[in-house]
C-alpha cells in the first residue's frame, strides 16, 4: 500500500463506547497529524507527533487519547465521546514539520464518526 | 491573526470557465501557502504550493496568483471541467514562529462545474 491509510472507514459508538482510530503511513515520514472535519468549518488540527513524540495538543478534550507507537503508526482512542464529536477525522503526515518554510502534508480518507 | 478568510463558500462554473477562489489572511509570518483539493469521501491531498518570494506559480490549468502587500492569494482553475469539481482549502503556516509550522487552513469552497 501507499500513502497514508486509515481504519476503519466509519465508526459509529454510543457516547459511552471505547474505540480507536488506527492510521499508517508508508511515505518514509517523519510527523503525523490528527484532525477534525466538520460541515462549514476550516479543518481543525488536534495533535502533532515528530519522531514519536507529541509535539503539540490543541486544547482537545481528554477524551481523545492519540498515541504512536513508531513513525508509520498514529492512534487516536476515543472514549466517552459527545455527539458534537461527530464529524470526519483525517490523519495526515509530512516530511517533517514545517519549522522552516512549509511541508506539503498527505492526507487518508479519513474515519467517518457518528455517535449516537 | 491566526486566520485564513476564504470566498466564496461555493462557486458554479460552467465548462470551459474560469474558477477562481480568494483566500486573505492578517499574520505577516505567513510563508507558505498551499492549495488542497477534497473529493467527497476522501482526504485532500496537494494541489499546488507558494513561497511569498514569488507572485505567481502555474502548473497545468491551476495557477496561484500572490499579492503579499495586500496579504491575499487566490487560485484560478483555468479551462474548468467537470472533474474539477470538488471542495478546494486554502492554507497558510509560518515556519519560523512557535506553532511548528502548523497548517491553519480557510473553511473550504465547493466548486461544481457544469457540463
Known amino acids: 500500500e501507499t500513502g497514508v491509510t486509515q481504519t476503519p472507514r466509519h465508526l459509529v459508538m454510543g457516547m459511552t463506547n471505547k474505540k480507536s482510530l488506527k492510521c499508517e503511513q508508508h511515505?518514509?515520514?517523519?510527523?503525523m497529524y490528527w484532525y477534525k472535519q466538520s460541515a462549514k468549518k476550516p479543518l481543525e488540527l488536534m495533535f502533532v507527533?515528530?519522531?514519536?513524540?507529541?509535539?503539540e495538543n490543541n486544547s482537545v478534550p481528554s477524551r481523545f487519547s492519540p498515541e504512536c507507537p513508531n513513525s508509520s503508526h498514529l492512534f487516536l482512542h476515543l472514549h466517552t465521546l459527545q455527539p458534537e464529536d461527530s464529524a470526519l477525522y483525517l490523519c495526515?503526515?509530512?516530511?517533517?514539520?514545517?519549522?522552516?518554510?512549509?511541508?506539503?502534508?498527505?492526507f487518508g480518507d479519513g474515519t467517518r464518526l457518528s455517535i449516537l | 491573526q491566526q486566520q485564513v478568510k476564504q470566498s466564496p463558500q461555493s462557486l458554479i462554473v460552467q465548462k470551459g470557465g474560469i474558477s477562481i477562489i480568494n483566500c486573505a489572511y492578517e499574520n505577516t509570518a505567513f510563508d507558505y501557502f498551499p492549495w488542497y483539493q477534497q473529493f467527497p469521501g476522501k482526504g485532500p491531498a496537494l494541489l499546488i504550493a507558494i513561497r511569498p518570494d514569488v507572485s505567481e506559480k502555474k502548473e497545468g490549468r491551476f495557477t496561484i496568483s500572490f499579492n503579499k502587500s495586500a496579504k491575499q492569494f487566490s487560485l484560478h482553475i483555468m479551462d474548468s471541467q467537470p472533474g474539477d469539481s470538488a471542495t478546494y482549502f486554502c492554507?497558510?503556516?509560518?515556519?519560523?514562529?512557535?506553532?511548528?509550522?502548523?497548517?491553519?487552513f480557510g473553511k473550504g469552497t465547493k466548486l461544481s462545474v457544469k457540463p
Open positions: 492554507a497558510a503556516s509560518n515556519g519560523y514562529g512557535g506553532s511548528q509550522g502548523n497548517l491553519i
Open positions: 511515505l518514509g515520514h517523519n510527523a
Open positions: 507527533y515528530s519522531l514519536e513524540e507529541r509535539v
Open positions: 495526515a503526515s509530512s516530511q517533517d514539520l514545517g519549522l522552516g518554510g512549509g511541508q506539503p502534508q498527505h
